[in-house]
């Protein structure tokens, strides 16, 4: 059952191991909270993506995990970066990401962030409104540069997922109204500084099956089709991420393989680099998060589980509503009670998981909190003043430490 999140995820005589290194030793030797990545399933992922694809350019959506070390061995496998911000460029840049191999959206780029991106001569910015592609064009005469862009269009799709990672529908407010894209595009086409080389969209996150794509695929091939046909020479189509990952024991994750063939005659239909923009896919289930049990407490109602690892570790439970399975790093073989787990945090929002069944566990105990590579310590905060967790990276039994765990001092060294 471990073994469907993560291949390199195994109990071996009943303790923990990722990778090959025992996730309990970890814990003791860096302390808790601590994230674990493996490296191998990172590589596997990817490569599984580009058999799916071939000839695709995969941009790793650098915003489900920055560290630098993550980013740079997804460089080093080839892949490209989707950035939305500034400092995404600046990690993809220091971690070795090529250039030519970055795109770059956001509603909300500001003239700091469009100017670096513009002297980095990255691939493409992916604009996502008419104010975007002015700003755009004015910063290119200033610069002296011509900017490459491709046009977010929203295609009124609904993925099925979670409301707040719901990008494509139509009162979202990513890109551009499909309807009105054509318009757009030919005013980027009267501008001096602007080169239009593709269409983008991306419609959300954790999809789960295949239809979402199909349907918002096919409209935005149709835009493709429609804009060569008066004459506008296209490069790139590029389709986003937001392939689902298995969170839930019961979820079947949708492989890069099966989104192939389901968009594979769409695709077919024009003559273009296709893009990907994954990320939860290639990192979600890479990473556990482990964390210790500081007090087990009955309120005879309810029973709880306080750990180390609160909602600043690890947001997503407390936003979302989400789930994250939980194991026991050494199985004990203790009757399985019914508990929420919770962090130490003074707000009710603060949980890792509600009535679940769990092996019963006591004070110092280790648990494994699953499928915790994606926008989980990205997403982290030094809420409470509370230091940012330790990072480390295991690979085929190598072990790294990517991050070193924050202090107070760290905290606060910028409040003198
Ligand atoms: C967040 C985001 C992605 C990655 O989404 P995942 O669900 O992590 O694969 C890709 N493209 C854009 C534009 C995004 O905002």
Do not use: W
Not at 100 to 110: F, M, N, P
Not at 203 to 230: C, F, H, M, N, W
Not at 360 to 370: I, M, P, Q, S
Request: some cysteine; charged content about 25%.
């Amino acid at each position: 059952m471990v073994k469907e999140y993560n291949p390199y995820l195994e109990y071996v005589k009943d303790e923990l191991f990722l990778e090959g290194v025992s996730l309990r030793e970890l814990a003791e030797k860096y302390g808790t909270p601590l994230y674990v990545y493996s490296a191998s399933y990172i590589r596997d992922r990817l490569r599984e993506y580009r058999e799916s694809f071939p000839g695709a350019l995969i941009c790793y959506a650098v915003k489900a995990n920055f560290n630098p070390h993550i980013v740079s061995l997804m460089a080093g496998e080839g892949a490209g970066a989707d950035i939305v911000s500034g400092g995404e460029l600046y990690v993809a840049l220091m971690a070795g990401v090529n250039p030519s191999r970055i795109v770059y959206a956001g509603v909300g780029k500001t003239v700091k962030e469009l100017v670096e991106a513009i002297k980095a001569d990255i691939l493409m910015f992916n604009v996502e409104s008419r104010m975007e592609l002015e700003i755009l064009n004015q910063l290119g005469e200033q610069l002296g540069k011509k900017v490459r862009i491709s046009i977010r269009v929203n295609p009124h799709v609904d993925p099925k997922t979670h409301p707040y990672i719901a990008t494509g529908m139509k009162k979202s407010k990513f890109g551009i109204d499909i309807d009105r894209a054509e318009e757009e595009y030919r005013y980027a086409l009267s501008m001096k500084n602007i080169q239009v080389v593709g269409v983008h969209c991306h419609i959300g996150s954790q999809i789960l099956d295949t239809s979402p794509y199909v349907e918002a695929v096919s409209k935005v091939v149709d835009l493709y089709r429609s804009l060569e046909d008066q004459g506008i020479e296209l490069q790139y189509l590029d389709i986003g991420g937001g392939l689902g990952i298995k969170y839930k024991p019961e979820d079947r994750a949708l492989t890069p393989m099966e989104l192939s063939s389901a968009l594979s005659p769409i695709l077919q239909k024009v003559k273009a680099t296709v893009v990907l923009e994954p990320g939860r896919s290639l990192v979600g289930n890479a990473g556990v998060l482990i964390t210790q049990v500081q007090f087990v407490k009955d309120k005879g109602e309810k029973h709880f589980v306080i750990v180390d690892a609160g909602m600043n570790d690890l947001i997503r439970p407390a936003i979302y509503d989400a789930y994250h399975h939980i194991l026991p790093v050494v199985k004990r073989g203790r009757p399985s009670i019914v508990t929420d787990v919770v962090g130490p945090i003074c707000e009710t929002g603060d949980f890792l998981a509600k009535d679940r069944q769990l092996e019963e566990v006591g004070r110092g105990d280790y648990l494994a909190v699953l499928s915790a590579g994606a926008y989980g310590f990205a997403m982290s905060s030094h809420y409470n003043v509370r230091p940012r967790a330790c990072e480390v990276l295991v690979d085929r039994g190598y072990v790294r430490v990517i991050r070193e765990r924050e202090d107070y001092q760290y905290i606060l060294s910028k409040s003198s």
